[in-house]
């Protein structure tokens, strides 16, 4: 499992096939909610009718959220569903956010701060694919306050929090195909 971490916009990217590199994040006095949160984005076709979805848990709590949209991919439903999560978190929190994108976890923690640098261009000098999704993910990881551990598991092998999010992200996409 690779895995990453932001605090308060600052990234610290760790784990055995990650980049080893670190920058320093802001301390913060008190105790945060923590909060486990599995996402993950289908498509029905590329392009085509797609689904999120996002299992959170807190303590004894768990909350399903999903939607999705008539005409997408399934990286922006990848994004949309850890964009939702975000949303749905009302207090700042220490957050565990499971996804099987390497597309979300990378950009957030590694392409992001070229891209802001380079007026959200990538390294060919081409504009970014899913900007408004990735500067929208930008503003809420950013503003929000939380502390995130950005963690990649394998899709489809049996992790249940993925699987969980898998069937929530399925169901949203009837409600466009």
């Known amino acids: 499992m690779?895995?990453?971490?932001?605090?308060?916009?600052?990234?610290?990217v760790g784990g055995a096939a990650a980049l080893n590199r670190s920058y320093v994040g802001f301390k913060r006095s008190g105790a945060l909610n923590q909060v486990v949160i599995y996402t993950d984005g289908a498509?029905?076709?590329?392009?085509?009718p797609g689904g999120w979805g996002v299992y959170l848990r807190s303590g004894?709590?768990?909350?399903?959220?999903?939607?999705?949209?008539?005409?997408?991919?399934n990286n922006r439903m990848e994004l949309t569903a850890v964009i939702e999560a975000l949303k749905a978190l009302k207090r700042p929190c220490q957050v565990q956010m499971y996804m099987d994108s390497e597309y979300v976890r990378k950009g957030i923690t590694e392409w992001l701060p070229g891209w802001k640098a380079r007026g959200w261009k990538t390294a060919a000098k081409q504009p970014v694919k899913n900007v408004d999704l990735w500067q929208?993910?930008?503003?809420?990881?950013?503003a929000g306050g939380h502390d995130i551990d950005w963690r990649w598991v394998k899709g489809h092998a049996g992790d249940p929090g993925n699987e969980r999010a898998d069937a929530l992200a399925n169901?949203?996409?009837?409600l466009f195909n």
Request: glycine content about 20%; aromatic content about 2%.
């Open 43 to 48: 498509c029905k076709g590329n392009p085509g």
């Open 2 to 12: 690779e895995t990453a971490t932001i605090h308060g916009g600052c990234a610290r």
């Open 136 to 142: 929208a993910l930008d503003g809420l990881v950013s």
């Open 171 to 174: 169901r949203g996409v009837p």
């Open 60 to 73: 004894d709590v768990e909350k399903d959220l999903f939607g999705g949209e008539a005409q997408t991919t």
